[in-house]
Nanobody, 121 residues
Framework: QVQLVESGGGLVQAGGSLRLSCAASGSIFNIVPIAWRLGWFRQAPGKQRELVATITFSGDTNYADSVKGRFTISRDNAKNTVYLQMNSLKPEDTAVYYC???????????WGQGTQVTVSS
C-alpha cells in the first residue's frame, strides 16, 4: 500500500501563487521509492481528471502544455515528498488537485484525497 497526503490548496487571486505538497508513505513505497513516479493531476467540475505534472525518482519531469512555464514539480527523496509550485495562476486552474504515485514497471496507481485550488478572477 501507498498512502498519499496532500496539503497546500486554497483560494488565491489570478496571478497569485500556491504550493502544494504531498507526502508519500507505506511499506511498498518506503522499500523501493525509486520504483515510483510521483505526480499531480487535477479535475475541474464537469471535466475529466487530467495530468498536470509528473516526476521520477531521478528528477525527470513531464508537464501538461497548459502549465508549462508556470508550474514546477519537484521531489525531495529524503522526505518522500513531492511539491507543485504554481505561479501565475489563472481561473482555469481551478480544480481539485490529486497527488498520484504510479509504479514505473507495475503501473500500480495510488491517489491522495485531493485538495481544492480556487483561483478568483
Amino acid at each position: 500500500q501507498v498512502q498519499l497526503v496532500e496539503s497546500g490548496g486554497g483560494l488565491v487571486q489570478a496571478g497569485g501563487s500556491l504550493r502544494l505538497s504531498c507526502a508519500a508513505s507505506g511499506s511498498i513505497f518506503n522499500i523501493v521509492p525509486i520504483a515510483w513516479r510521483l505526480g499531480w493531476f487535477r479535475q475541474a467540475p464537469g471535466k475529466q481528471r487530467e495530468l498536470v505534472a509528473t516526476i521520477t525518482f531521478s528528477g525527470d519531469t513531464n508537464y501538461a502544455d497548459s502549465v508549462k512555464g508556470r508550474f514546477t514539480i519537484s521531489r525531495d527523496n529524503a522526505k518522500n515528498t513531492v511539491y507543485l509550485q504554481m505561479n501565475s495562476l489563472k481561473p482555469e486552474d481551478t480544480a481539485v488537485y490529486y497527488c498520484n504515485a504510479e509504479g514505473v514497471t507495475t503501473y500500480q496507481n495510488y491517489w491522495g484525497q485531493g485538495t481544492q485550488v480556487t483561483v478568483s478572477s
